[in-house]
């Protein structure tokens, strides 16, 4: 089975092309803060051509659902949809900080994953490696990062584009239980996603494209101000 990853939750995301025999085969990133949705089909054509395969390739697609930018997972997501109503293939959906978390299978810490929430606030799930496989100590919250590290009474592994906002916040209140990842896995990887997206679809876990929707754990300032004038 083949699947195409699409991650959009930060601002470098990208495309992955997936078989759950050879594993990964391409992998493409790129600026999602420059992004828009053509250049987001660009990287997906030039993956399917490093992987030498067409999209009707594909037995499946994935993308990670949040939480995120709004615009990015908005962008992410009707591509995915696009895809899937154009090949007729199924789609399913990957929280963002699961596949995330897979950046550091082994670790022998708890992982706080952080990315910027704005309004002084982080998207944030803590997890620890158990039994070959990720637990969530913390589930997904949007929550102060000052709030989040008072719970937090271990040494502990962060990353995320959080983790580098509030670095010296972390360090000051963690006091030595603070370790930060390596900068080339501060960022959720398109391939994790692809991964677990491939572990769905082989369980048959598929959503339909009209119920997929973005994970956004807050509501969007757009659904405020709707809110606030309705």
Known sequence: MKILSIETSTMLGGVAIMDDKSGLIAETRLNVKTTHSERLMTAVNNTLIQSELKLEDMDAFAVAIGPGSFTGLRIGLSTVKGLAYA????????????????????????VCLMLDARKSEVYTAVYKWEDNHFSTAIECVTIRPEALLEKLQEKVLFAGEGARL????????????AAFAMPDKMVPSPANVAMLGLEKAVRGEYTEALKAVPFYVRKSEAEVKWAEKN
């Open 87 to 110: 090949t007729g293939k199924p789609l399913v959906t990957v929280p963002t900080l699961d596949a995330f978390a897979w950046n550091f299978p082994y670790s022998i810490y708890p």
């Open 166 to 177: 509030y670095e010296a916040r972390i360090v000051e209140m963690m006091k030595g239980r």
